[in-house]
T-cell receptor, first 115, second 113 residues
Framework: DAGVIQSPRHEVTEMGQEVTLRCKPI?????LFWYRQTMMRGLELLIY????????DSGMPEDRFSAKMPNASFSTLKIQPSEPRDSAVYFC?????????????FGDGTRLSIL | DQQVKQNSPSLSVQEGRISILNCDYT??????FLWYKKYPAEGPTFLIS?????DKNEDGRFTVFLNKSAKHLSLHIVPSQPGDSAVYFC????????????FGTGTRLTIIP
């Protein structure tokens, strides 16, 4: 079975540019999560969706970040304009059902470098 | 504030011995705990979990212990194998109107052959 698919795997861009990260969750999963991993703060939840509806975006750092889930099989995380401090690994995860006692399945991440 | 803490950034253990990874939490509303394992350039993979109604859960070489009064949990791996070398994340959640996971910062485990 295909797991969570993220693209691109690596992105290097200049400060000020728009960055779009993409995620395809596992088919049949109802919840989708975007995380950011940094050395200082570890894995931080940015936003999550249940049944394509954003539930909690309190982790989104600022208005430069936005996320959408237009359908059950696709989500995007956009940063505009990007800044060097946004450099991190961004993970997408999906989960079957909406209860937290079910494990999340992670993609392999997008390593983002903002110069 | 870090609600889930893994105070040891790294741990080295001889192959065949027991590895013990520790995790502390501060939020008494947490009622479900998970351990994830992460290899370089890959996403975290679910390893084992425990509900707050239990104090132990075992799956093969992996056992998680929960001490609610101390707000502490630990992951035991025995015997440790070279393939266990990875970063281990502890995570916690609460079903009281909050379905998200809060992760610790991880412990890098190195198994020495």
């Amino acid at each position: 079975d295909a797991g969570v698919i993220q693209s691109p795997r690596h992105e290097v861009t200049e400060m000020g540019q728009e960055v779009t990260l993409r995620c395809k969750p596992i088919s049949g999963h109802n919840s989708l999560f975007w995380y950011r991993q940094t050395m200082m703060r570890g894995l931080e939840l940015l936003i999550y969706f249940n049944n394509n509806v954003p539930i909690d975006d309190s982790g989104m750092p600022e208005d430069r970040f936005s996320a959408k889930m237009p359908n059950a099989s696709f989500s995007t995380l956009k940063i505009q304009p990007s800044e060097p401090r946004d450099s991190a690994v961004y993970f997408c995860a999906s989960r079957k059902g909406t209860l937290s006692n079910q494990p999340q399945h992670f993609g392999d991440g997008t390593r983002l470098s903002i110069l | 504030d870090q609600q889930v803490k893994q105070n040891s950034p790294s741990l080295s253990v001889q192959e065949g011995r027991i590895s013990i990874l520790n995790c502390d939490y501060t939020n008494s509303m947490f009622d479900y705990f998970l351990w994830y394992k992460k290899y370089p350039a890959e996403g975290p993979t679910f390893l084992i979990s425990i509900s707050s109604i239990k104090d132990k859960n075992e799956d093969g070489r992996f056992t998680v212990f929960l001490n609610k009064s101390a707000k502490h949990l630990s992951l035991h791996i025995v015997p440790s194998q070279p393939g266990d070398s990875a970063v281990y994340f502890c995570a916690a959640s609460s079903n009281f109107g909050n379905e998200k996971l809060t992760f610790g910062t991880g412990t890098r485990l190195t198994i020495i052959p």
